[in-house]
């Protein structure tokens, strides 16, 4: 499982034109799930997301997790993540999870999500989103189970 990691200072989802999820300061994490995921990949990542320090302590370090400031977190599938790219001047997405297999991973990760953090907003599986953001840094980390 893949997870694009943004720091932002706010970001939302829309779906014709209707913004479905927003969060001020937090994470925007772009999900994509591959053929070989399973739940564990998905806790192995929540657990990742919500304690990898991205977050500036007191002396500007980066010594702070989601958890520690309380910060929303976005969760935005995005299947075009798990495409091969070595190749070719077109991706391929022989690796990506089937629809099916996609959709279970990510509302279980979404479900996991909203259990053990406070502020948790998604977009909507295989809809055509569009996203906005603040990103704060920039910080951009890419997280793989």
Do not use: C
């Not at 995921?37 to 192995?44: G, L, Y």
């Not at 929540?46 to 989601?66: C, G, I």
């Amino acid at each position: 499982m893949i997870g694009l990691i943004q720091r932002v200072k706010h970001a939302s989802v829309a779906v014709d034109g209707e913004v479905i999820g927003q969060i001020d300061q937090g994470l925007l994490a772009l999900v994509g799930v591959q053929k070989h995921d399973d739940k564990a990949s998905a806790d192995k990542l929540l657990k990742r997301m919500l304690s990898y320090r991205v977050f500036a302590d007191t002396e500007d370090k980066m010594n702070l997790s989601l958890s520690d400031i309380g910060g929303g977190l976005l969760l935005v599938s995005q299947f075009t993540l798990a495409a091969d790219t070595q190749k070719g001047a077109r991706p391929s997405f022989s690796s990506a999870a089937s629809p099916d297999l996609g959709r279970e991973l990510f509302d279980y990760l979404v479900n996991q999500a909203r259990t053990q953090h406070p502020v948790v907003e998604t977009g909507r599986f295989g809809a055509d989103m569009q996203v906005s953001l603040l990103n704060d840094g920039p910080v951009t980390f890419w997280l793989e189970t």
